[in-house]
């Protein structure tokens, strides 16, 4: 509710936040892909800003020393990982997952750890001093025996930490040295890569959970900039884990003649509805006691809302006025076209409250992963934590990232949200 949120700010006021602040990147026109167009980012700029922000005022005494100082530069930073995949082909796939591609729910088969599931959709390749390119490990043929429980260790040590290379390399003295270990294929190797299909369909739910696993070691080093970083980003990831349409390959309607359906439910109307209507208070943090699970459970209920996000807009258009459905909209020194205002309200009483409550829980679940970090680096005393120091080469970078996303070109899947 409005009045709850202004009693927030105004706290923020009094405990005086503040911390560095870089120049906001331009706001997306997020409304306008409804039209056809693009631009538009994951929870929309506002809605990210917003979970952030809040999920800080949900801290215990004990963290809220430390991040109220910085609330600012955590609410602002969490629109980097928007901005990344204009500059990072990696960075893509940590966004969303295609959950559909895997059968149906609740996708048992599919491996809730990472290592697991790139055992089961990567295929190692050896290339021979003579050229020829040999398969040396398949990922649909493996079975469950003590070779593949070497592959496993090897997975790893080798692929795991090349998962991100653009060319897939792996080292080639390395993997023929594991064959011949095992007794496998091993002949003289000059070359190795491997390919999986696990990017194409994304990793959101494996990634959460090397986040918290790098934000807890941040903790427990007490490294002030990194847990800012991560605090900032693994806040941006979870908000996304909380957007059905992030968990299937309809996800912008593109399947079912409602393009533009994606920034219609995560950027118009928490835009036009969630300062005004929605209630923020959502209580203190919860320790997350298997981040595995937990990230898991979160991906899995938002993907049991896709139908009804899909069918209650599909069934909407088709009675209501066409006319009155999309509006001309001033942006800056632009004209968008974006649903209308009472379209957008119409929509969100007919899913009745799903995007507040979606917006809610990621809100309790972004503080409930930072609250869990901390329990679980041992309850580090952060009101003795040095101030992180941003130097200009930090400064020259985080230019270089605007620069990248002002060019207006997502690297890796093309498709605009």
């Known amino acids: 509710m409005r009045p709850f949120y202004l009693m927030l700010l105004a706290f923020g006021s009094v405990l005086g936040f503040s911390g560095w602040r870089a120049p906001q990147p331009p706001v997306p026109l997020e409304g306008c892909c409804w039209a056809g167009c693009s631009a538009a980012a994951p929870w929309g700029f506002f809605a990210h800003r917003r979970i952030n922000r809040l999920a800080v005022m949900t801290l215990p005494p004990e963290m809220l020393v430390f991040f109220k100082r910085h609330v600012d530069w955590i609410a602002d930073h969490a629109t980097d990982a928007d901005m990344r995949r204009y500059a990072i082909p990696a960075e893509g796939p940590r966004h969303y997952i295609d959950l559909d591609e895997y059968g149906s729910p609740p996708f048992e088969a599919l491996p809730r750890t990472f290592t697991e599931a790139l055992l089961q959709y990567t295929e190692v390749f050896g290339i021979t001093s003579n050229g020829d390119t040999l398969l040396v490990y398949s990922g649909r043929r493996a079975s469950?025996?003590?070779?593949?429980?070497?592959?496993?260790?090897?997975?790893?040590?080798?692929?795991?930490?090349?998962?991100?290379?653009?060319?897939?390399?792996?080292?080639?003295?390395?993997?023929?040295?594991?064959?011949?270990?095992?007794?496998?294929?091993?002949?003289?190797?000059?070359?190795?890569?491997?390919?999986?299909?696990?990017?194409?369909?994304?990793?959101?739910?494996?990634?959460?959970?090397?986040?918290?696993?790098?934000?807890?070691?941040?903790?427990?080093?007490?490294?002030?900039?990194?847990?800012?970083?991560?605090?900032?980003?693994?806040?941006?990831?979870?908000?996304?884990?909380?957007?059905?349409?992030?968990?299937?390959?309809?996800?912008?309607?593109?399947?079912?003649?409602?393009?533009g359906i994606h920034a219609f439910w995560e950027s118009r109307i928490p835009e036009l509805f969630a300062d005004e209507q929605y209630d923020y208070f959502v209580g203190k943090p919860q320790h997350i006691g298997n981040a595995t699970h937990y990230y898991w459970n979160t991906v899995l209920n938002s993907h049991k809302l896709v139908d009804s996000?899909?069918?209650?807009?599909?069934?909407?258009?088709?009675?209501?006025?066409?006319?009155?459905?999309?509006?001309?909209?001033?942006?800056?020194?632009?004209?968008?076209?974006?649903?209308?205002?009472?379209?957008?309200?119409?929509?969100?009483?007919?899913?009745?409250?799903?995007?507040?409550?979606?917006m809610r829980s990621a809100i309790r679940a972004v503080a409930?992963?930072?609250?869990?970090?901390?329990?679980?680096?041992?309850?580090?005393?952060?009101?003795?934590?040095?101030?992180?120091?941003?130097?200009?080469?930090?400064?020259?970078?985080?230019?270089?990232?605007?620069?990248?996303?002002?060019?207006?070109?997502?690297?890796?899947?093309?498709?605009?949200?």
């Not at 970090?373 to 130097?391: C, H, K, R, V, Y």
Request: glycine residues 4%.
């Open 144 to 259: 469950a025996s003590d070779t593949l429980k070497a592959w496993r260790t090897y997975f790893m040590q080798h692929v795991v930490p090349a998962f991100t290379n653009p060319d897939r390399r792996l080292e080639a003295d390395a993997l023929s040295m594991f064959l011949d270990q095992h007794n496998l294929i091993a002949p003289a190797l000059q070359a190795a890569f491997f390919e999986e299909s696990l990017s194409a369909h994304g990793i959101l739910p494996w990634h959460l959970q090397k986040m918290q696993r790098d934000l807890t070691e941040a903790f427990r080093r007490r490294d002030a900039k990194r847990i800012l970083r991560l605090c900032t980003d693994i806040g941006h990831y979870i908000g996304d884990a909380h957007v059905p349409l992030h968990t299937t390959s309809n996800y912008n309607g593109q399947k079912t003649g409602q393009v």
């Open 368 to 417: 409930s992963a930072w609250y869990s970090a901390w329990i679980d680096a041992g309850q580090p005393n952060l009101s003795q934590m040095d101030a992180p120091e941003f130097t200009e080469e930090d400064r020259r970078e985080e230019t270089l990232l605007q620069q990248q996303y002002e060019k207006g070109r997502i690297l890796g899947r093309p498709e605009d949200h």
């Open 309 to 358: 996000v899909l069918s209650i807009e599909w069934r909407l258009r088709q009675h209501y006025p066409a006319d009155q459905q999309k509006c001309p909209e001033t942006r800056g020194r632009a004209v968008v076209i974006v649903p209308c205002p009472e379209y957008a309200a119409t929509y969100q009483q007919a899913m009745d409250g799903m995007v507040e409550r979606q």
